[in-house]
């Protein structure tokens, strides 16, 4: 082979390599490239499902109720009665389920004015929730157990705002619900600071007590579904009970 050629051949083989390595460095371009762009895509997802998170426990955080309202007082049975000072009639009873949709339904249409009727001195309201879902599966059964319970370690104070929350954020009927972590937080979240509230909610020390409320409510009452509302023992339905101011009234003119 003359020189010219050998020069020519190493010139040859020369570019060729230059253009491999031009076309590895391209690669190595392309991959940078698209690893950065996973690395940016990975950080949105991780931050949106952060922010999606934070939403979600900020949804789930009770707060105190600042409505209307009387003193309230915890019955030695477990129950709770809110009345002004020396006000003993009408009463007024509620026997409710947090797991019962349809309590739910009462409390935001009605609850307001309940409040407002035993600010105002015109009823003593009395609060009987009880585990009406005693007889049914779980979860349906387990919820109601839990927010039963974890309702009488609520102090008297702060039963109107845990009360709220219960019904705020109760369960998909059906669905599991109220995890005992969920039931300390939003006691916390509405102010109780009871040393032992937690360990009352987690190991659900008021069960005795709650299975007491039910008996009495079920065999006692002859309480068949929640709500029931009783104004002076007597049940109020239809007209009665959708009426349930002027109802409350017409009985506290009458007792007087």
């Excluded at 922010?51 to 049975?77: C, F, H, I, M, W």
């Excluded at 709500?227 to 239809?238: A, F, I, S």
């Amino acid at each position: 082979m003359s020189k010219a050629a050998r020069e020519r051949s190493a010139r040859e083989r020369l570019a060729a390599e230059r253009a491999k390595q031009a076309a590895r460095q391209k690669q190595q371009r392309l991959l940078a490239i698209v690893l950065g762009a996973v690395v940016v895509i990975g950080a949105i997802v991780a931050v949106t499902v952060v922010v999606l998170d934070q939403k979600s426990k900020r949804d789930q955080v009770a707060a105190p109720y600042t409505g209307p309202q009387a003193p309230l007082t915890r019955e030695a049975d477990g129950s709770i009665a809110m009345a002004k000072a020396g006000v003993t009639k009408p009463v007024l009873e509620i026997f409710e389920d947090f797991q019962c949709p349809a309590c739910k339904e009462f409390e935001e249409s009605l609850g307001k004015d309940i409040k407002q009727l035993a600010a105002e001195g015109k009823v003593k309201v009395v609060y009987r929730p009880f585990h009406l879902f005693s007889q049914q599966p779980d979860p349906i059964k387990s919820n109601s157990l839990r927010s039963a319970a974890a309702a009488m370690c609520v102090p008297a104070d702060k039963w109107l705002s845990y009360h709220e929350a219960l019904f705020k954020f109760q369960p998909r009927e059906g669905s599991a619900g109220f995890a005992p972590k969920d039931l300390v937080g939003w006691g916390k979240d509405v102010g109780v600071t009871d040393a032992g509230f937690e360990k009352c909610v987690t190991g659900q020390e008021k069960k005795a007590q709650v299975d007491a409320m039910t008996k009495y409510a079920l065999d006692d009452r002859k309480v068949t579904g929640t709500p029931t509302v009783m104004l002076d023992g007597r049940k109020l339905e239809g007209q009665a009970l959708n009426n349930l101011k002027a109802t409350v009234e017409s009985a506290g003119k009458a007792a007087k």
